[in-house]
């Protein structure tokens, strides 16, 4: 089964660190390109960053330039998002995504909860 | 920054036509991909590269997208399909992808 599992999210303070993990598994993950989205409480979804399956490419949200840092480990079958220097606005469930060439995102996990609060 | 406008909301009766519409510039040269997400879960796919439907996506979804608008049609709609909508493309300009801001589909 093609599987993504999020971990690594919590309450922090503003100005605070995580680092979030995606597991990986029913697949090559190492083939695919990967995305981190996130969804603010009663809002939309919000892209974030992206990083190609060998690494050579990665992009991140303006919102979060300078401050979140996306790697991967292919060996591991795992994505990571570094955050830091956390803001209240930063607050969201964190989805790790497969993404599938042109097709979109299409494969989902069920998000792991950042809050950031004092 | 490229922008994805839905309507917040769209309502229908079960067994007639939903159209959700996704407005952005020049849309149709992009490829719009569709989302579906119900309360407590995350986002699935249901329609790729304009109009095509992954794999266990029932045919009543269905895409399209020219000019300045993209739409996303669901036939015979259900109460099943009572969720949140999100169109997306990528926007070459800022190395990004882009979201609408969500269409809430009301079944009646």
């Known amino acids: 089964e093609v599987q993504l599992v999020e971990s690594g999210g919590g309450l922090v303070q503003p100005g605070g660190s995580l680092r979030l993990s995606c597991a990986a598994s029913?697949?090559?993950?190492?083939?695919?390109?990967m995305n981190w989205v996130r969804q603010a409480p009663g809002k939309g979804l919000e892209w974030v960053s992206y990083?190609?399956?060998?690494?050579?490419?990665?992009y991140h949200a303006d919102s979060v330039k300078g401050r979140f840092a996306i790697s991967r480990d292919n060996a591991k079958n795992s994505l990571y998002l570094q955050v830091n220097g956390l803001r209240a606005e930063d607050t969201a469930v964190y989805y790790c995504?497969?993404?599938?060439?042109?097709?979109?995102?299409?494969?989902w996990g069920q998000g792991t909860t950042v809050t950031v609060s004092s | 920054s490229y922008v994805l406008t839905q309507p917040p909301s769209v309502s229908v009766a079960p067994g007639y036509t939903a159209r959700i519409t996704c407005g952005g510039n020049?849309?149709?040269?992009?490829?719009v991909h569709w989302y579906q997400q119900k309360p407590g879960q995350a986002p699935l796919l249901v329609i790729y590269?304009?109009?095509v439907r992954p794999s266990g996506i029932p045919e009543r979804f269905s895409g399209s997208n020219s000019g300045n608008t993209a739409t996303l049609t669901i036939s015979r709609v259900e109460a099943g399909d009572e969720a949140d909508y999100y169109c997306?493309?990528?926007?070459?300009?800022?190395?990004?992808?882009?979201f609408g801001g969500g269409t809430k589909l009301t079944v009646l």
């Open positions: 029913g697949f090559t993950f190492s083939s695919y390109s």
């Open positions: 590269y304009d109009s």
């Open positions: 020049n849309i149709g040269s992009k490829s």
């Open positions: 990083i190609s399956s060998t690494t050579n490419i990665i």
């Open positions: 997306q493309v990528w926007d070459s300009s800022s190395d990004s992808w882009v």
């Open positions: 995504a497969r993404e599938n060439s042109d097709y979109g995102l299409d494969v």
